[in-house]
């Protein structure tokens, strides 16, 4: 779908891809090189911030267009809250679309964070009642009047939960996982994160800031990563790069979901 001389075709959106944070485009970006073997730097054709919760950008990889719309969560404590959310994701859509034109498919990449059934409702609810009732006119580029909406549209749609599409859990579990399937448990940096952990869960200070899994294994990265970042110039994007196999199988189902 490029246009070699422009690099990009105008009229065209590509993949749109839905997460969470900065940190899932990090690790998006990280597994589609892989998948398509690019040694070179992304092309990034465009990068939109709109608050603090919420950023688009778009790039190519190889020859293939994706572009990343983040935003924060797909939960709420309210139905007011959560139609809001869901409004700002759809609105984000929508801009993109009229922005690039045709868009060969959504997929959504979230965490499960505490409970999977709820999250996957969630994340169901956005595709059945919005992504699905997309104009046709956006979807695929006819003539048809912008108030005409669909139930049901030949565009592709999937969500992949992580951790692993069926536990609770997060980005950072899937990482910490690879890390440990690729060092074991009892490397210095490893070791000395563990020990760390257990002993800031011991003050009271800061017991209610670890008091879940995910919160735990958010602190626990984070301070891996910090350890090896002397090796990197203190850069916590290349630690983050080079410190990870993106190519180690323990990223293959979301791999072989991002190449559907």
Request: hydrophobic share 35%; charged share 30%.
């Amino acid at each position: 779908m490029l246009d070699k001389k422009n690099d990009i075709v105008p009229d065209y959106a590509g993949t749109i891809i839905l997460t969470e944070g900065s940190e899932d485009i990090d690790l998006i970006l990280c597994l589609l090189k892989d998948i398509y073997n690019s040694k070179s730097k992304d092309k990034v054709l465009m990068k939109k911030q709109n608050g603090n919760d919420n950023q688009r950008i778009r790039v190519t990889v190889k020859e293939h267009v994706f572009t990343i719309i983040t935003h924060s969560g797909y939960t709420c404590d309210t139905k007011q809250k959560y139609d809001q959310k869901y409004k700002a994701t759809i609105d984000q859509i929508y801009m993109q679309i009229k922005e690039n034109g045709i868009v060969d498919a959504i997929l959504i990449i979230v965490d499960t964070d505490d409970n999977f059934a709820t999250r996957v409702a969630s994340v169901q609810k956005l595709i059945n009642e919005n992504i699905a009732c997309l104009p046709e006119e956006y979807v695929h580029g006819t003539k048809c009047d912008v108030k005409t909406i669909q139930n049901s549209l030949d565009i592709k749609t999937g969500y992949f939960i992580l951790p692993n599409n069926k536990d609770e859990g997060s980005l950072e579990a899937l990482l910490l996982e690879h890390i440990e399937q690729i060092e074991g448990t009892t490397t210095n940096v490893l070791a000395c994160v563990n020990g760390m952990l257990s002993c800031l869960e011991s003050s009271v200070k800061i017991q209610s800031c670890l008091n879940t899994k995910n919160k735990k294994d958010k602190l626990r990265l984070r301070l891996y990563l910090d350890g090896l970042m002397a090796k990197h110039k203190l850069d916590y994007k290349n630690t983050y790069q080079e410190e990870i196999d993106f190519s180690h199988e323990s990223f293959d189902k979301l791999k072989n979901f991002l190449k559907k």
